[in-house]
């Protein structure tokens, strides 16, 4: 499996893994690949750096002792390299990426998962969003959440009436069915 560190023409920075480089070039040249961020299929792979863990290598080859120690000092160091690699085990490529892009980066991953978290406790009414504000805010359909799309003129004419509403762009991604 390869992770490679992807970017877009408009510099959204993500993450995408492939069976192979191969792989990577088939999806990209078929149009496969696409930003989450804003859908665009303009996608390059990034400078990045392997993390390789070789913490271990030359150390258990120098070192004596019983099948105990060995087994514990194992477990030490595999608790450690536990924290290096993150929370779920598994290793955190190095990106190569400035300060500046990284920061970028997660913010781009804080908006997704603000903005999946909005599409998941939301119920999407589609074309139907103003009829459906209108009724909730009247009290003639249940209080609940809602998404859709509006018209420029019908958020307006909402507005004036008392309903708020916010108009949040969701990138394509997001879109479709979450899994």
Do not use: Y
């Not at 003639?140 to 909402?158: D, F, K, S, V, Y």
């Amino acid at each position: 499996m390869k992770v490679f560190d992807l970017c877009c023409e408009h510099e959204h920075a993500f993450e995408g893994w492939f069976a192979s480089a191969d792989d990577f070039e088939h999806q990209r040249e078929t149009g496969l690949l696409e930003c989450p961020m804003c859908g665009s299929r303009q996608v390059r792979k990034l400078l990045s750096a392997p993390r390789l863990n070789l913490s271990h290598a030359g150390e258990t080859e120098g070192r004596r002792g019983s099948g105990a120690e060995a087994g514990a000092q194992g477990r030490a160091e595999g608790a450690e390299g536990e924290r290096e690699r993150g929370q779920k085990g598994q290793e955190m490529p190095s990106s190569g990426l400035s300060g500046g892009a990284e920061q970028m980066r997660e913010l781009q991953g804080a908006l997704m998962r603000g903005l999946r978290k909005l599409v998941e406790s939301t119920e999407d009414v589609g074309s139907r969003f103003a009829e459906e504000a209108r009724r909730i805010h009247f009290r003639e359909a249940p209080a609940r959440a809602i998404r859709g799309t509006a018209t420029a003129r019908e958020t307006a004419e909402l507005r004036e009436e008392g309903i708020e509403v916010m108009t949040v762009p969701l990138p394509p991604s997001l879109k479709g069915p979450l899994q």
